[in-house]
């Protein structure tokens, strides 16, 4: 079936300790990166986005670190909580040339468990 | 009103019927996405409009046919679809092309029989 060999990295963490999502990107020219949660059965939900002329943005238990030299970008969770755990993805965008318009490609995701 | 709203919500069909998902938002978005997601896998995208106009189509079988009937409205239809297109499928908008991030609906989930 299609779901044989296919998984998620995963990773699990203590209630109230910090996570650290990891994801690389693939394309040098991507401008702007954006990290997504997405619960069971649910549509994926914006966290935090950066812009490749910055290497850090801080937003509310939330970090994303970027460094454009190693095409790496990561998302750092404060004080870890039960409602944290979902699936996380990295995404990047990519100027389509002649379509006037953004792609959003979405990195393979991370699951997240919290354990309380 | 920051919501896409996406109907229905779950979608049974035979391989030989017509349907249409549909994707509403009010928040006077000018560019509208249709992804595809499968079990595990990040969600891979299939169509963008653009100001009404359909500017990316990601070499999508034409069994799935996009129309944009107006700037808060974006259907998907669905015809003599296989039992490997089930999956959920996912609207989007953003301000505009290039514009800020996207917002997502909750999805509708296909299942072809």
């Known amino acids: 079936g299609e779901s044989v060999g296919l998984h998620l990295p995963t990773l699990s963490v203590q209630e109230g300790d910090n996570s650290i999502i990891n994801c690389a990107y693939s394309n040098s020219a991507s401008d702007y990166f954006i990290w997504y949660k997405q619960e069971s059965g649910k549509g994926p939900q914006f966290i935090i986005d950066?812009?490749?002329?910055?290497d850090k943005r801080q937003g509310q238990r939330v970090t994303v670190l970027l460094n454009k030299t190693v095409k790496h970008l990561s998302l750092q969770i404060a004080a870890t909580q039960p409602g944290d755990s979902a699936v996380y993805f990295c995404?990047?965008?990519?100027?389509?040339?002649?379509?006037?318009?953004?792609?959003?490609?979405f990195g393979k995701g991370t699951k997240l468990s919290v354990i309380p | 009103d920051t919501e896409v709203t996406q109907t229905p919500k779950h979608l049974v069909m035979g391989m030989t019927n017509k349907k249409s998902l549909k994707c509403e938002q009010h928040?006077?978005?000018?560019?509208m996405y249709w992804y595809k997601q499968k079990a595990k896998k990040p969600p891979e995208l299939m169509f963008v409009?653009?100001?009404?106009?359909?500017?990316i189509n990601e070499s999508v079988p034409s069994r799935f046919s996009p129309e944009c009937p107006n700037s808060s409205l974006l259907n998907l239809h669905l015809h003599a679809l296989q039992p490997e297109d089930s999956a959920l499928y996912l609207c989007?908008?953003?301000?505009?092309?290039?514009?800020?991030?996207?917002?997502f609906g909750e999805g509708s989930r296909l299942t072809v029989l």
């Open positions: 995404a990047e965008t990519v100027l389509q040339s002649g379509a006037g318009s953004y792609q959003l490609t």
């Open positions: 409009y653009s100001y009404e106009k359909l500017s």
């Open positions: 950066i812009r490749s002329n910055m």
């Open positions: 989007a908008s953003s301000q505009g092309p290039g514009k800020g991030e996207l917002f």
């Open positions: 928040m006077g978005h000018r560019a």
